[in-house]
């Protein structure tokens, strides 16, 4: 235990708390054939499910669809309010992800992220806020094609990072 531990200092604040729940501003993208085909090709995966009607057709998907990995690309809005993030350094602490159906060329998704827990832990690198959030993508008809957990690690002091969308 660590000397702030001890005096019940902590990072989480209470407006850090009111996060808990909140869920972002809800963003809503078209599934579009050549967005699906470019990823596919991004990617290196040659499955004829994500870029050839006929062949998708002939399966179980009846159309074609994107590979999973396309639900990285829907990012989710921002907050209501700004996220009073304490921490200059942003870490991915990794993703797991729930499939309900398949993700097909021409759905409507929309994009809610929601904090669902905060913690702290101390390490060698400090003290380290670690921000849970749910994902979720619904598509036109009300269903939930998937949802995302993700894992987002905050630590040390300076000059804030740039590039990660999830504050």
């Known amino acids: 235990m660590t000397s702030s531990s001890l005096s019940g200092d902590t990072v989480i604040t209470e407006e850090l708390r009111s996060f808990i729940g909140l869920e972002s501003n809800p963003v809503t993208y078209d599934i579009e054939r050549h967005a699906v085909e470019r990823f596919a090709c991004a990617i290196g995966d040659p499955n004829p ?3 050839d009607r006929e062949a998708a057709e002939r ?4 159309s074609p669809v994107a590979p999973p990995t396309f639900f990285r690309s829907l990012l989710p809005g921002s907050y209501p309010k700004p996220y009073p993030e304490p921490f200059a350094h942003i870490l991915d602490g990794g993703s797991k992800y729930r499939f309900n159906e398949d993700l097909k060329v021409g759905d409507q ?3 809610v992220r929601k904090i669902i ?5 101390h390490g060698r690198m400090g003290t380290m806020l ?19 957990t993700t894992t987002t690690i905050t630590y040390g002091e300076g000059e804030k990072d740039d590039g990660v969308g999830d504050h």
């Not at 399966?59 to 009846?62: L, Q």
Request: proline share 0%; glycine share 6%; aromatic share 12%.
């Open 109 to 111: 998704i929309t994009v």
């Open 49 to 51: 499910i994500y870029t």
């Open 117 to 121: 827990d905060l913690f702290e832990k």
């Open 59 to 62: 399966t179980t998907h009846g």
């Open 130 to 148: 670690f921000k849970i959030a749910e994902i979720s993508y619904t598509n036109q008809q009300g269903r939930l094609v998937a949802t995302q």
